[in-house]
């Protein structure tokens, strides 16, 4: 029997996902479930993206340019000048969803070995994508006590090494819906400055922000023009995930020429989902004002529910959808997928992602789950009265 690869046996499962049989079961029993576990929206997604697809008159359908249209890239470079981004289309790479262009990222910016310091708990696929890479992620905790807000510099400096190449936050953050402040940002780019390494900010919750907090990008910061690279996607703002459209950003030319090598080696980002992609920048904000309003109100029904919960700690997220609740149970594993397999309240039961896999300290955040507000409200009322009823159950 041929032997699989060291580097297949390391990759990580996705702690998302890994639940997906059990669930499969449940279902099959005739068990409904509340799927929290994973961030797909349910917001409709904008009829101009929809309409452009359906409309088409291609007749043969060819490769784009390797980094996505031009005149695609060019739309999107307007979009982040209103963002207080100032960018052009040559420095925008289109990739296959935010995934592709944080391997990109990864690729251009890091050998085997080398490091990226990461807060943590961060979104668990960072695990996948370095390990894909052959990067080493480096954890700075960050900690429920204080909603997962930036760790102290000086925890990052410590962690800084010749073999540091970069640090890499989202923000605001998946799984902990944090939104990092400008001071913060500010912060962050003083020390790659110092110790001139790149600062790579995920920033594909750019619009999700609410209490009317607003978003500030590393990419506003003229000095980091060298040092800054974003990574963002549709698949969020637009509730696109299906169609695999994220982008790399930097002024840094070297990098984006670098990237480039990755973006050929692959041909080019998908046609039609590019064509859906660009027509989506044509949503009105009204859509957003929407979309935000109705965000901020199943935020503040899960966390006053899950405040309502003894033995529930949960940090208030600033952005995003999603939020990290620490539970009175030892394994947060354990009881994802026991309320999979064994639980039922009126033959209803919950599915939540547990946390642990959102960090890489080893046996770090094992009472923690990962919680996604992307269901109705009445929806979200239901499934905190199930976890209620879960947790007193469990634990007797």
């Not at 969803?97 to 310091?117: H, K, N, R, V, W």
């Not at 912060?187 to 978003?215: M, N, P």
């Not at 529930?312 to 997220?317: D, G, L, Q």
Request: one cysteine or more; hydrophobic letters at 40%; a negative charge.
């Amino acid at each position: 029997m041929p032997k699989i690869s060291d580097k297949g046996h390391s990759m990580p499962e996705s702690p998302i996902r890994k639940l997906v049989p059990y669930a499969e079961a449940a279902t099959k029993k005739g068990k409904k479930i509340y799927q929290l576990n994973i961030g797909q929206p349910d917001i409709k997604t904008p009829q101009v993206a929809l309409d452009a697809v359906r409309n088409h008159n291609i007749e043969v359908l060819s490769y784009s340019h390797s980094a996505g249209f031009a005149e695609y890239r060019d739309k999107l470079a307007k979009y982040y000048t209103g963002k207080n981004i100032a960018v052009d289309g040559d420095d925008i790479i289109i990739s296959t969803g935010g995934s592709e262009a944080l391997m990109f990222a990864m690729g251009s910016i890091a050998d085997t070995g080398d490091e990226i310091i990461i807060p943590e708990p961060f979104y668990a696929n960072y695990n996948g994508f370095a390990t894909a890479s052959g990067v080493t992620i480096v954890p700075v905790e960050s900690k429920i006590e204080n909603n997962f807000a930036l760790p102290p510099i000086s925890e990052f400096e410590k962690l800084i090494t010749p073999k540091t190449k970069a640090i890499l936050i989202c923000n605001p953050g998946n799984p902990t819906g944090y939104l990092y402040t400008q001071e913060e940002i500010k912060q962050l780019a003083d020390v790659a400055l110092k110790h001139d390494i790149f600062l790579v900010s995920d920033e594909v919750y750019r619009e999700f922000t609410y209490d009317g907090a607003e978003h500030f990008s590393i990419m506003s910061l003229p000095e980091l023009k060298n040092h800054a690279i974003m990574i963002d996607s549709v698949s969020k703002r637009y509730s696109m995930c299906g169609a695999r459209i994220g982008c790399l950003v930097s002024k840094n030319k070297e990098v984006i020429q670098t990237a480039m090598k990755f973006a050929q080696a692959r041909l080019s980002p998908p046609t039609f989902e590019q064509i859906a992609s660009e027509a989506a920048l044509d949503t009105p904000q009204s859509y957003f004002d929407e979309v935000i309003k109705e965000y901020t109100n199943r935020r503040n029904i899960l966390i006053k529910g899950l405040n309502s919960i003894e033995g529930v700690k949960v940090a208030e997220p600033k952005g995003a959808f999603y939020c990290i609740a620490e539970l009175p149970v030892e394994s947060a594993d354990d009881f994802a997928r026991w309320l999979l397999e064994d639980f039922q309240l009126d033959n209803e039961t919950i599915m939540v992602a547990p946390a642990a896999g959102f960090y890489s300290t080893p046996n770090t955040g094992l009472n923690q789950v990962r919680i996604a507000y992307v269901l109705k409200k009445e929806n979200l009322e239901r499934a905190i009265e199930i976890l209620r009823a879960a947790l007193k159950e469990y634990n007797k």
